[in-house]
Antibody, heavy 122, light 112 residues
């Protein structure tokens, strides 16, 4: 079955960096786009970034553009999110999610991971 | 960016009774390929989001048939025909027709 397991969250000071990982199993990772979506405590969902199945294209939310970098290692079935210059407003649970779209300009997000909490202290 | 607006914010429902959630987008979600990429997600307390409905009205794998989606263009509805205790949680609509992906603010379904 499809499994997505995030890791790497924790408490970090404002201005510092953190790298999240998402280990995928139960499907052919290199055939699917992948997303990061976050949820601040008690708030709704906010899309963060997407990467194409082969890593050739990436899109970011304006709120993280220039600070966050999405990447993947298809040989390790792992998705990453490098977060630099962290701010208090980046505090959230970060979810990775799979995308089964075959048209690259849309998304068909189906499976979600359990999430990892990032807390940025000021 | 496409703005997604959900109503109501909260929906207290008696067990066994129906529930309905509305979602409106700030622009049409019809893609040039003819599909409308409007999804509904369920988030139970303490759990990650889970896909319920994709492309307006298609139930995802394992989703009970008491959940149904409808709508077109900019107006969409999620219906639960008979609410069960396990349906308690927050429901989100989500558009995936263009980037950035955007979500409605959520509707909390609770038992009266």
């Amino acid at each position: 079955q499809v499994q997505l397991v995030e890791s790497g969250g924790g408490v970090v000071q404002s201005g510092r960096s953190l790298r999240l990982s998402c280990a995928a199993s139960g499907f052919t990772f290199s055939s699917y786009g992948m997303h990061w979506v976050r949820q601040a405590p008690g708030k709704g969902l906010e899309w963060v970034a997407v990467i194409w199945y082969d890593g050739s294209n990436k899109y970011y939310a304006d709120s993280v553009k220039g600070r966050f970098t999405i990447s993947r290692d298809n040989s390790k079935n792992t998705l990453y999110l490098q977060m630099n210059s962290l701010r208090a407003e980046d505090t959230a649970v970060y979810y990775c999610a799979r995308d089964q779209a075959v048209i690259l300009e849309v998304a068909e997000v189906d499976y979600w991971g359990q999430g990892t909490l990032v807390s940025v202290s000021s | 960016d496409i703005v997604m607006t959900q109503t109501p914010l909260s929906s207290p429902v008696t067990l066994g009774q129906p529930a309905s959630i509305s979602c409106r987008s700030s622009q049409s979600l019809v893609h040039s390929d003819g599909n409308t990429y409007l999804n509904w997600l369920q988030q139970r307390p303490g759990q990650p989001p889970r896909l319920l409905i994709y492309k307006i009205s298609n139930r995802f794998s394992g989703v009970p048939d008491r959940f149904s989606g409808s709508g077109a263009g900019t107006d969409f509805t999620l219906k639960i025909s008979r609410v069960e205790a396990e349906d308690v949680g927050v429901y989100y609509c989500m558009q995936a027709t263009q980037f950035p992906l955007t979500f409605g603010g959520g509707t909390k379904v609770e038992i009266k």
